[in-house]
């Protein structure tokens, strides 16, 4: 690929020029795309992602699933891959309470989120990993259960081009009910702006990490709540409750920030004394950073 081919790929990182696509499908492929168009002129251009029908032979393989045509042409053994054929079951879930619906900018924390996970679904299928979608506020709201078949995706990304924001929110709830429902070890991926009971909300993603899961979080804030930089008076409207509140932003900035730091640090913290990885993004971060935290973490799983 040209270096010009390889930079008209990357725009389609940035979260706003995703946005203005017309369809989930569309803004899943390109963002993907761009990303691996974009891995042999980064920091971890030996990362490699292959989408292939086939995989290595394994002693054990029933030696009639040997593509005879591959070995000829490397001189190396490959089972051809069935469509049934996984490596790894992953779970998104995705927030799709009242509080996803922020927005100081053009992109909403749900758009971001579900673009995200429009992403990470394409990825992992075309890596023949299994991938299914549980969107949820106070419970369960959807739930397909993974499957690694290519024609899955479409249903998946039907679903995401679909999802409006609630009013309701419990998370920990949620993550407690799904820690029992999952029951083969698998990949949690949750996409959320964690806006709940944070002592609530860790005793959910630990039930995950005691049932032997392996879970990543990509805590989705706007940039606005990270840096509160209202420059006018301005009326607070809490998009659960419904509670108001009219202030002058530059009088509780400082103490804000301090606050919302303690509030990502504290995540950051626990996430790390239990083993689970942890990515705070805001809507304006290009979708690479999330997808190579993925693939390092997709790595050190193996399978």
């Not at 251009?45 to 490397?74: C, L, M, N, Q």
């Not at 909403?108 to 969107?135: H, P, T, W």
């Not at 924001?165 to 998370?171: A, I, V």
């Not at 049932?211 to 409207?237: C, G, Q, T, W, Y």
Request: aromatic share 12%; charged share 30%.
């Amino acid at each position: 690929m040209s270096i010009k081919a390889a930079k008209d790929y990357k725009k389609y990182l940035n979260p706003e020029v995703i946005s203005s696509l017309k369809n989930m499908k569309l803004r899943a492929r390109l963002i993907v795309e761009g990303f691996i168009s974009g891995l042999h002129r980064s920091p971890y251009h030996g990362f490699s992602v292959e989408f292939s029908d086939y995989r290595p032979y394994i002693p054990g393989d029933e030696i009639k699933h040997i593509d005879w045509k591959a070995y000829g042409k490397t001189n190396k053994f490959y089972i051809k891959q069935f469509e049934e054929e996984t490596n790894l079951k992953s779970y998104l879930l995705l927030d799709i309470s009242a509080s996803m619906s922020y927005t100081s900018h053009k992109l909403s924390k749900l758009q971001y989120a579900s673009y995200l996970a429009a992403a990470l679904s394409y990825l992992m299928i075309e890596q023949r990993d299994a991938v299914g979608l549980i969107n949820f506020d106070d419970e369960i709201r959807k739930y397909l259960a993974p499957r690694s078949v290519k024609s899955y995706l479409s249903q998946i990304l039907k679903e995401l081009e679909q999802i409006k924001c609630s009013e309701k929110t419990d998370t920990a709830k949620t993550f407690h009910e799904m820690a029992e429902r999952i029951q083969r070890r698998g990949l949690v991926v949750v996409l959320s702006d964690l806006m709940d009971d944070p002592d609530e909300l860790i005793s959910g993603l630990k039930h995950f990490r005691h049932n032997n899961h392996e879970v990543i979080v990509f805590h989705i804030l706007d940039p606005m709540e990270i840096s509160f930089d209202f420059k006018r008076n301005a009326l607070f409207k809490d998009l659960e409750t419904g509670e108001k509140i009219t202030t002058q932003p530059w009088h509780i900035r400082a103490d804000y920030r301090k606050l919302m730091q303690e509030f990502i640090n504290n995540y950051k913290r626990q996430c790390r004394m239990n083993r689970i990885d942890y990515v705070l993004l805001d809507t304006s971060r290009t979708f690479d950073l999330a997808l190579m935290e993925y693939l390092i973490k997709r790595k050190r799983i193996g399978g």
